[in-house]
């Protein structure tokens, strides 16, 4: 047994070091034999009521991208002592990776994985506030995922909670975390992974405040087809960086496809791959002393009560491998649906029922290597988004110059949603099946759609496309070639049909479509790309997130 209070039902394995967040061992659940990782928070972290609302959020989370915590235990004498039980997971520090620089390829399949997850955490209104290398692991299969979503602390007296090397500028000010700073601290992981050297050389706090807030942004080792894109994420100015991850995400996509060629993505994960089973078969970096731990074990343990919340994370958790680098962990696969990763199925506690347990109505889901036809996959995406109804949708459409954007949220065939685009400042407004409704000032007027729409209405028309279950069954069922890659699917339709919403006029155009799916077939990302003999190109990019969320729409006009 080591120094520190203990979370009973667990018998300790070893330690696997502490960071600012706490202190992590690997144990092996009595009941199940199942090995798991122990975070036993630090008194620095705030462990008030947001921070239990926060947790209750995250355990809505599943991702491929995200490492999945399985349930947060306190004291039961004393409820500011608290710890995360969390999947034992194999992998290795990006860290470890970064000894050199990473091809352009390689870097960009990481920062795709890295805003995929923050995507995910972003829609349940979570910020990670600590992206660094130490907290971006590699898995086997070379995919990327996030942890210790959610739990960041400060690392040295006067600077924001998190890493001081990726905290964006605002957080030195004061501002407090937001999607925008995880952006930022993305955008810098990234220009580490190209460069192999941390954003800015300073070490002391007052430096690096200093850098953030003042210097430029050196992009001279960055290959140029992605500076832009970098400037881009570290804008100082929050509201100059990327309105959202996936938006971020769709700009790198843009950036990279004319540049890579269309087989960027294979060949990067590949690399990824092979260099994640080089360093975890690599010696190992000694273990911090107990000098240089950040936090220090409690003599006695106090009386830690059995009745824990299940945290069920697909994603945002702790995992095991961010402070010893080389150490691999077990894992098996689940298979479970369509989302499933190489992840332990969770703890069977006395007194909680299984995470991956529900509602008899909840969405079917299937193992995930079975084979599925266009119509058969069509039908099940379908009946899931019936059987949810509501979701919270981010589109957008590029088409050259021309950009629209639309956020909200949908129930059924309603929508209560923002509108931007070419010459069309932000305005709010709402759908009802066929009528439409748009704010001006503090009255509403309505808002022409199909046929009759100008303006504000096509770009609700827009919207309604790019969230239709209709036309997503329509890119699957005509899809020419369909191929699967875990929970993505992608594929191509020679001759698309209803396209007028987003490509009116477009004759014999080629619609080539990604799909990704999460828990129960619920769609999470889609990107359409569509093109015409002598039209622009047009690429629609749609989020789901929230999905089966509580949501009024109501007509904003007494009749």
């Not at 290959?223 to 960086?241: D, I, M, Q």
């Not at 949708?393 to 590029?398: E, P, Y």
């Not at 279950?469 to 339709?493: M, P």
């Amino acid at each position: 047994m080591t120094e520190g209070w203990a979370v009973p039902g667990f018998t300790l394995v070893r330690e696997l070091g502490s960071d600012a967040s706490g202190r992590q061992v690997l144990a092996t659940d009595e009941m199940t034999r199942t090995q798991v990782t122990i975070r036993y928070l630090s008194p620095a972290l705030n462990k008030d009521d947001e921070f239990s609302r926060r947790m209750n959020r995250l355990a809505q989370l599943e991702d491929d991208n995200l490492v999945q915590v399985y349930e947060l235990v306190t004291a039961k004498d004393d409820p500011a002592e608290a710890a995360v039980v969390s999947e034992y997971f194999e992998g290795v520090p990006l860290r470890r990776l970064l000894t050199d620089p990473l091809d352009p390829e390689s870097a960009v399949v990481v920062l795709s994985d890295i805003l995929l997850g923050l995507a995910a955490a972003h829609g349940k209104d979570i910020t990670h506030g600590d992206c660094s290398p130490d907290k971006v692991l590699i898995a086997p299969d070379g995919r990327a995922k996030l942890s210790d979503l959610g739990i960041a602390v400060p690392h040295g007296k006067g600077a924001p909670a998190g890493d001081p090397v990726y905290q964006a500028p605002e957080r030195w000010q004061g501002a407090p975390q937001s999607p925008q700073t995880d952006i930022y601290a993305a955008a810098g992981v990234f220009v580490e992974c190209l460069t192999g050297r941390r954003l800015f050389p300073a070490t002391s706090i007052g430096a690096l405040n200093r850098a953030h807030n003042n210097a430029a942004i050196p992009v001279i080792d960055v290959p140029g087809p992605l500076r832009s894109l970098v400037l881009h994420g570290l804008a100082k100015e929050p509201g100059n960086r990327p309105a959202s991850a996936a938006e971020f995400l769709t700009e790198l996509d843009e950036a990279v496809s004319p540049v890579f060629g269309a087989d960027w993505e294979k060949r990067g994960r590949a690399r990824v791959r092979e260099l994640a089973q080089r360093a975890a078969t690599a010696p190992a970096p000694p273990p911090p002393s107990k000098a240089d731990a950040r936090t220090s074990a409690a003599a006695a343990p106090p009386d830690l009560s059995r009745d824990r919340r299940p945290l069920v994370f697909a994603g945002a958790g702790i995992a095991a491998v961010v402070l010893i680098g080389g150490v691999a962990y077990g894992l098996s696969g689940s298979g479970d649906d369509p989302a499933s990763g190489p992840t332990v199925s969770p703890s069977r506690l006395a007194g909680t029922a299984s995470p991956t347990e529900g509602p008899a109505t909840s969405s079917p889901a299937t193992p995930a290597a079975e084979e599925i036809e266009g119509p058969e996959l069509a039908r099940r995406v379908s009946g899931a988004i019936t059987d949810k109804g509501t979701f919270t949708l981010s589109f957008r459409r590029v088409a050259g110059k021309e950009v629209t954007s639309v956020n909200g949220g949908a129930k059924a065939d309603s929508y209560r949603v923002s509108l931007a685009g070419p010459k069309l400042a932000k305005r709010q407004a709402i759908v009802l099946g066929g009528e439409g409704y748009l704010q001006q000032g503090s009255s509403w007027v309505k808002l022409p759609l199909g046929d009759k729409a100008k303006g504000y209405g096509v770009l609700a028309e827009q919207a309604r496309w790019g969230t239709s279950a209709d036309a997503l069954s329509a890119l699957l069922q005509d899809a020419e070639t369909l191929t699967r890659n875990g929970n993505r699917w992608s594929g191509t339709v020679p001759q698309a049909s209803g396209l007028d919403a987003v490509a009116p006029g477009y004759r014999k155009a080629k619609a080539s479509f990604e799909l990704q799916l999460g828990s129960g077939w619920l769609p999470k990302h889609l990107k359409v790309t569509i093109t015409a003999a002598g039209r622009t190109k047009v690429v629609t990019t749609t989020g789901f997130s929230k999905w089966g969320g509580k949501l009024t729409i109501k007509s904003p006009v007494k009749r």
